[in-house]
């Protein structure tokens, strides 16, 4: 896995390169798309530090003191957003939004699954109190999800 993330962390140094060249340091970093830009240099950033920290102090020291260097590393995958930005991405796009569409949907039918069993614990609570079923109300919610 190192000389995968050697490879990657290359890549993503050439990219920022080019980038420089191509459209300078200035609209590199006040463009159009600054922020994502600053993200790139700060993954990059990241990516080199971890390298050497990894070279400079090797697998025989303990880095649990990097765990926060490691953990910000997975803001790497937010360049995938970005991609997803492109034309050719477009159909993926669509399919993204829908599985998040759908997600908020089904956040919302499963509160409202709560409720109504909630409601329903309530009311078997006070009707059933002598059934050992339905003593509380946790154990009225229960025994009706269940069935």
Not at 35 to 47: K, P, T
Request: glycine share 6%.
């Amino acid at each position: 896995w190192v000389v995968v993330e050697y490879i990657f962390t290359g890549f993503y140094c050439l990219e920022f390169i080019a980038k420089i060249a191509l459209w300078g340091p200035k609209s590199y970093f006040c463009g159009v798309d600054m922020r994502w830009n600053f993200m790139d240099f700060f993954c990059l950033l990241l990516s080199a530090m971890d390298i050497v920290v990894i070279q400079l102090l090797g697998d025989s020291v303990d880095l649990s003191t990097f765990v926060l260097l490691r953990l910000l590393r997975l803001g790497r995958l937010a360049r995938l957003i970005k991609t997803l930005r492109l034309p050719i991405f477009k159909e993926l796009n669509l399919m993204v939004m829908g599985v998040v569409s759908g997600a908020r949907v089904l956040l919302w039918a499963i509160v409202m699954l709560f409720i109504i069993i909630y409601l329903l614990a309530l009311v078997s609570n006070k009707l059933l109190h002598d059934e050992v079923e339905f003593t509380t109300v946790g154990s009225s919610a229960s025994t009706i999800f269940r069935c």
